[in-house]
Nanobody
Framework: QVQLAESGGGLVQAGGSLTLSCAASGRTFSSYTTGWFRQAPGKDREFVAAINWSGSSTYYADSVKGRFTISRDNAKSWVYLQMNPLKPEDTAVYYC???????????????????WGQGTQVTVSS
């Protein structure tokens, strides 16, 4: 059973930066795609970024492209999301997720992900 645990959230001013981390356990980490999603109050969970099993391919939502960077360390079973510069509209709970499907593409729909972490709050003040 894969377990995911996010950390690194917090309160930051607009224009600032944060790095989220997600620790994975329970299954060979290098065998699956991992993604980040976020959910703001009253809104649906939305895709932010994802990285394939080897780290050779990444995909970003248009809203974060050029500002966020996803990476992974398969030796340590961690995935990261560097966020800079942050905007007030980035305020949300951020979730790490694992996709066990063998796809020829990176999944961007929440329904395609099999395991989720508990989330970490990111608040960006204006």
């Amino acid at each position: 059973q894969v377990q995911l645990a996010e950390s690194g959230g917090g309160l930051v001013q607009a224009g600032g930066s944060l790095t989220l981390s997600c620790a994975a356990s329970g299954r060979t980490f290098s065998s699956y795609t991992t993604g980040w999603f976020r959910q703001a109050p009253g809104k649906d969970r939305e895709f932010v970024a994802a990285i394939n099993w080897s780290g050779s391919s990444t995909y970003y939502a248009d809203s974060v492209k050029g500002r966020f960077t996803i990476s992974r360390d398969n030796a340590k079973s961690w995935v990261y999301l560097q966020m800079n510069p942050l905007k007030p509209e980035d305020t949300a709970v951020y979730y790490c997720a694992a996709d066990f499907g063998r796809r020829g593409r990176i999944a961007t729909s929440a329904s395609e992900y099999d395991r989720w972490g508990q989330g970490t709050q990111v608040t960006v003040s204006s």
